[in-house]
Structures are given as structure tokens and as C-alpha cells.
């Protein structure tokens, strides 16, 4: 299957800045998707970031505070905007080729 | 809403007995779901999948099955093994306008030497 390059694999902000989280794809993919798992929960899926076009939104995440681009096949990112502690988890990407994988993660924690 | 869910939080077994894991979903239209096997600091990895027009599917010492009737689904480990303690998901694909991937909430499988 396809490699998910995803970076920074963690990282410590301040309250009220914003962290962008870049996915990279070793091949071109159909969908990619964002997703945060809190510490010892599963996933929650966040948006499917849509190739040149606005992400689709899950009910509870918005724009403004989750900007995702995607402007090709094998790359995205997600931002997280102006954080607070609660932002604190670990924030996944994945890809689907023949089957749904995932990136590594990135561990976010903020002070 | 959509929901995937599983009975058990954790799971230990004896090494070398076989593990059960079980899943129940809810949207009876979801038509592939997937196992995933996540180790401590790592992302999801992929394990098997199946489409809802199977019942059973076999990989490498795993078996999923699947039961429409029910909306129930179930990974089966044979030989249980130290590296196969990990938290495992079940995730189903919904088909709504476009796809996506909704994920179980996850059983620790501890294999007990």
C-alpha cells in the first residue's frame, strides 16, 4: 500500500496559536481524510479534505477553526486554529487507495 | 446518528488461544467494513476488510466475519501472539453522498505470556 508522510510527528504550542499539520502521499489517492483521537479513544473523523474544493465538515468541527487544504492528489493539510488546551490530542491523516491507511500522526500538545 | 461500537474495552488472553473480537454497527446501508490494528504511538494499521455482500473472510491467522442480520462483526485471531497486543478498530464505510470512514470505539488486546 501507499506511504502517508505526515509532519511534524508532534509538537508543544501556546494557547492561541495555530499549528499547520502537512500529509504527504507517496502516490495519488482518490480521498483523504482528517481525523483526532483524544488519548485512549478512537478515532473522530473531522473532514474529508476534497481536492481543490472546500473540505466537507463533520457535525462539530467548522472551518474557522480547522482549515484544511488539498491542492493535488497527494497532499493536505490541516491547520489548527487558534488553540486551547482541549485542542491537546493527536491528529491523524488518512488516504484511500485500494484500501484506507494512515499517516503516523501527529501528537499535539498545547500549554 | 451513525454509529460503530464495540462490546468489550479490553481483551486478555493466554498466548497461543484464539481472540474474539466484536463490533457492532448501526447504518444497515454501510457495505465495506475494515479491522485496524493501532500499537502505542503509531497510526491505524490496516488488518482485513470485507464487503457487506460476504459473510466471512480470511487473511494470515484473522477472520472476519460478518453478520448483516444483526449488524454485527467480528475479527478472530488464531495463535495469539505477544505482537499482536494492540488496540483494535472496526470502521464501516458510509456511502451518504460521498464515502467516509466512521471508526469504532476500540478493544485493548493484552496477550498474557
Known amino acids: 500500500s501507499a506511504v502517508i508522510s505526515q509532519k511534524p510527528s508532534r509538537d508543544i504550542c501556546q494557547r492561541g496559536t495555530s499549528l499547520t499539520i502537512q500529509c504527504q502521499v507517496d502516490?495519488?489517492?482518490?480521498?483523504m481524510f482528517w481525523y483526532r483521537q483524544q488519548p485512549g479513544q478512537s478515532l473522530t473523523l473531522i473532514a474529508t479534505?476534497?481536492?481543490?474544493?472546500?473540505?466537507?465538515?463533520e457535525s462539530g468541527f467548522v472551518i474557522d477553526k480547522f482549515p484544511i487544504s488539498r491542492p493535488n492528489l497527494t497532499f493536505s493539510t490541516l491547520t489548527v486554529s487558534n488553540m486551547s488546551p482541549e485542542d491537546s490530542s493527536i491528529y491523524l491523516c488518512?488516504?484511500?487507495?485500494?484500501?484506507?491507511?494512515f499517516g503516523q500522526g501527529t501528537r499535539l500538545t498545547v500549554v | 446518528g451513525e454509529s460503530v461500537g464495540l462490546h468489550l474495552p479490553t481483551l486478555s488472553v493466554q498466548e497461543g488461544d484464539n481472540s474474539i473480537i466484536n463490533c457492532a454497527y448501526s447504518?444497515?446501508?454501510?457495505?465495506?467494513f475494515i479491522w485496524y490494528k493501532q500499537e502505542s504511538g503509531k497510526g491505524p494499521q490496516f488488518i482485513i476488510d470485507?464487503?457487506?455482500?460476504?459473510d466471512k473472510r480470511q487473511g494470515q491467522r484473522v477472520t472476519v466475519l460478518l453478520n448483516k442480520t444483526v449488524k454485527h462483526l467480528s475479527l478472530q485471531i488464531a495463535a495469539t501472539q505477544p505482537g499482536d497486543s494492540a488496540v483494535y478498530f472496526c470502521?464501516?464505510?458510509?456511502?451518504?453522498?460521498?464515502?467516509?470512514?466512521?471508526f469504532g470505539t476500540g478493544t485493548r488486546l493484552k496477550v498474557l505470556a
Open positions: 488518512s488516504a484511500v487507495g485500494a484500501e484506507a491507511f
Open positions: 502516490s495519488q489517492v482518490t480521498m
Open positions: 479534505a476534497n481536492q481543490g474544493s472546500e473540505a466537507t465538515y
Open positions: 447504518n444497515s446501508a454501510s457495505d465495506y
Open positions: 470485507i464487503r457487506s455482500n460476504m
Open positions: 470502521a464501516e464505510k458510509t456511502t451518504s453522498g460521498t464515502y467516509k470512514y466512521i
